[in-house]
């Protein structure tokens, strides 16, 4: 394991974990841990990296909706990283949640098993989602359901009003990261949770090198995807020590994935369709061709054991502190 000193000059000074907590990853314990490999650029070369346009939102929101019956069957181990964060929450008694980009209701329905939701508010600029959100949620009359149709940055929470606030693989959707993570810590009640997961920088190395092999080359907008789309961990330790949150944990798992091109096609296409086939600036039948190619070249660069790549998650855990 690779650790690296960190804190905010208050508080939190820990080592970022490399593996899910509780499982062998401490400094005495190393059973379990995975070796971080550095796979062309990461976070620690923090000047590649950059917010996603404000301009793209409209048309992420667009592709969210176009994806959102197919989204839970292309992107399952998205969920399986919602549990782990769910179950990493410290206890406590709470009943009022906030779910920033909630999707299909993954994250506020894994809350529910563990703490006693009563009310849940889902924020999510996609109809589609957001409809997928309050029929899931029919299944559970005790939790009162609030929907907003809003972006992170347009929400309508009132402070100090949550108990248990969660972004799961959303906020590298979110043009300012900051703000969004400064909403969040701002709608927590005393003794209130924030529990964040995203995709981390790093990941889906491997689908840009197939992309950048193909000629004519791709729009250098989608290669751009990989740097933007991406979360690393420091700006989220930095978004986080910009509140006035207790860091409790921060942690990475990597994971070498080998599966089948069309999975990684299907998961590509449930999340990012609109941001590649509808590029602003290019003609869509000439996007649908760069697309054809990539799907070659990733099927080209498959081998016995599926394609091969990596998937980088970043976990953090923070608490409002209780007042008096
Ligand atoms: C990959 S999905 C994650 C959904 C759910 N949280 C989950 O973990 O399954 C990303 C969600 O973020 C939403 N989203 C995109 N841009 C957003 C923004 N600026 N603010 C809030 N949500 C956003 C999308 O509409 C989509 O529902």
């Given at each position: 394991?690779?650790?690296?000193?960190?804190?905010?000059?208050?508080?939190?000074?820990?080592?970022?974990r490399?593996?899910?907590?509780?499982?062998g990853?401490?400094?005495?314990?190393?059973?379990?841990?995975?070796?971080?490999?550095?796979?062309?650029?990461?976070?620690?070369d923090?000047?590649?990296?950059?917010?996603?346009?404000?301009?793209?939102?409209?048309i992420?929101?667009?592709?969210?909706?176009?994806?959102?019956?197919?989204?839970?069957?292309?992107?399952l181990?998205?969920?399986?990283g919602?549990?782990?964060?769910?179950a990493?929450?410290?206890?406590?008694e709470?009943?009022?949640?906030?779910?920033?980009?909630?999707g299909?209701?993954?994250a506020?329905?894994?809350?529910?098993k563990?703490?006693s939701?009563?009310?849940?508010?889902?924020?999510?600029?996609?109809?589609?989602?957001?409809?997928e959100?309050?029929?899931?949620?029919?299944?559970?009359?005790e939790?009162?359901?609030?929907?907003?149709d809003?972006?992170?940055a347009?929400?309508?929470?009132?402070?100090?009003?949550?108990?248990?606030?969660?972004?799961?693989?959303?906020?590298?959707?979110?043009?300012?990261?900051?703000?969004?993570?400064?909403?969040?810590?701002r709608?927590?009640?005393?003794?209130?949770?924030l529990?964040?997961?995203?995709?981390?920088?790093?990941?889906d190395?491997a689908l840009y090198?197939?992309?950048?092999?193909i000629?004519?080359?791709?729009?250098?907008?989608?290669?751009?995807?990989?740097h933007r789309?991406y979360v690393?961990?420091?700006?989220?330790?930095?978004?986080?020590?910009?509140?006035?949150?207790e860091?409790?944990?921060?942690?990475?798992?990597?994971?070498?994935?080998?599966?089948?091109?069309e999975?990684?096609?299907?998961?590509?296409?449930?999340v990012?369709?609109?941001?590649?086939?509808k590029?602003?600036?290019?003609?869509?039948?000439?996007?649908?061709?760069?697309?054809?190619?990539?799907?070659?070249?990733?099927?080209?660069?498959?081998?016995?054991?599926?394609?091969?790549?990596?998937?980088?998650?970043?976990?953090?855990?923070?608490?409002?502190?209780r007042?008096?």
């Amino acid at each position: 394991m690779r650790g690296r000193s960190h804190g905010c000059g208050r508080g939190f000074r820990g080592r970022y974990r490399y593996g899910p907590p509780g499982v062998g990853c401490g400094e005495d314990d190393p059973v379990g841990c995975r070796a971080v490999w550095r796979i062309g650029v990461t976070d620690t070369d923090p000047g590649v990296y950059r917010d996603p346009p404000a301009a793209l939102v409209p048309i992420v929101a667009a592709g969210f909706d176009a994806s959102a019956e197919e989204y839970e069957d292309a992107v399952l181990a998205n969920l399986r990283g919602i549990v782990r964060l769910v179950a990493a929450l410290p206890d406590g008694e709470h009943t009022r949640l906030l779910d920033v980009g909630c999707g299909t209701g993954w994250a506020t329905l894994a809350a529910a098993k563990r703490f006693s939701i009563h009310e849940a508010i889902g924020v999510d600029p996609s109809h589609e989602m957001l409809e997928e959100f309050r029929h899931k949620l029919t299944a559970h009359p005790e939790i009162a359901v609030e929907i907003e149709d809003a972006t992170a940055a347009g929400m309508q929470v009132e402070p100090a009003s949550v108990d248990l606030a969660l972004s799961t693989m959303t906020l590298h959707w979110i043009p300012d990261r900051k703000g969004a993570v400064a909403a969040m810590a701002r709608a927590l009640r005393p003794g209130g949770l924030l529990g964040l997961l995203a995709p981390a920088a790093g990941s889906d190395h491997a689908l840009y090198e197939a992309m950048r092999s193909i000629d004519p080359p791709v729009p250098p907008e989608w290669l751009e995807v990989e740097h933007r789309f991406y979360v690393p961990e420091q700006e989220l330790e930095d978004a986080l020590c910009r509140t006035d949150l207790e860091i409790i944990d921060i942690w990475v798992e990597e994971r070498r994935r080998h599966v089948p091109p069309e999975q990684l096609i299907a998961r590509v296409l449930a999340v990012g369709h609109d941001v590649l086939l509808k590029t602003p600036g290019y003609d869509e039948n000439e996007l649908a061709d760069r697309w054809d190619d990539t799907v070659a070249a990733l099927k080209a660069a498959t081998g016995p054991r599926g394609f091969e790549y990596t998937f980088r998650k970043v976990f953090a855990v923070a608490r409002r502190a209780r007042s008096g």
